[in-house]
């Protein structure tokens, strides 16, 4: 049974800085091709933000995230982090990691990745 367990979230004020990192078990997690961060505002569709292959560490952003948003992975922790600058109140929202099943081999933000997390709330405001 895949587990996604996010963290990081927090309150911050605009301009300021978070790091999500997203755990995965059981390990490794290259046993997922693909693992991703979505977001969801209230009353919103969920949006896609940053995707990275767990084999050779590629990246995939969404147009908004790529000058502020970079996504990683540690092979060893298990984990995939989010870090987030220069943050701002429309980056409100319930920050979910996903990841491909081990029998997909795409990395492809606008396909389902299957296996979701539960979320952590990033609130951005003064």
């Known amino acids: 049974h895949v587990q996604l367990v996010e963290s990081g979230g927090d309150s911050v004020q605009p301009g300021g800085s978070l790091r999500l990192l997203c755990k995965a078990s059981?390990?490794?997690?290259?046993?997922?091709?693909?693992m991703g961060w979505f977001r969801r505002a209230p009353g919103e569709e969920p949006e896609a933000i940053a995707a990275?292959?767990?084999?050779?560490?590629?990246?995939f952003y969404t147009d908004f995230a790529r000058e502020r948003f970079t996504i990683s992975r540690d092979i060893v922790a298990n984990t995939v982090a989010l870090q987030m600058n220069s943050l701002k109140p429309e980056d409100t929202a319930t920050y979910y990691c996903?990841?491909?099943?081990?029998?997909?081999?795409?990395?492809?933000?606008?396909?389902?990745?299957?296996?979701w997390g539960q979320g952590t709330q990033v609130t951005v405001s003064t």
């Open positions: 059981p390990g490794p997690i290259d046993r997922h091709h693909c």
């Open positions: 996903a990841a491909t099943p081990s029998w997909v081999f795409y990395c492809d933000l606008s396909r389902d990745f299957g296996y």
């Open positions: 990275i292959r767990t084999g050779d560490g590629r990246t």
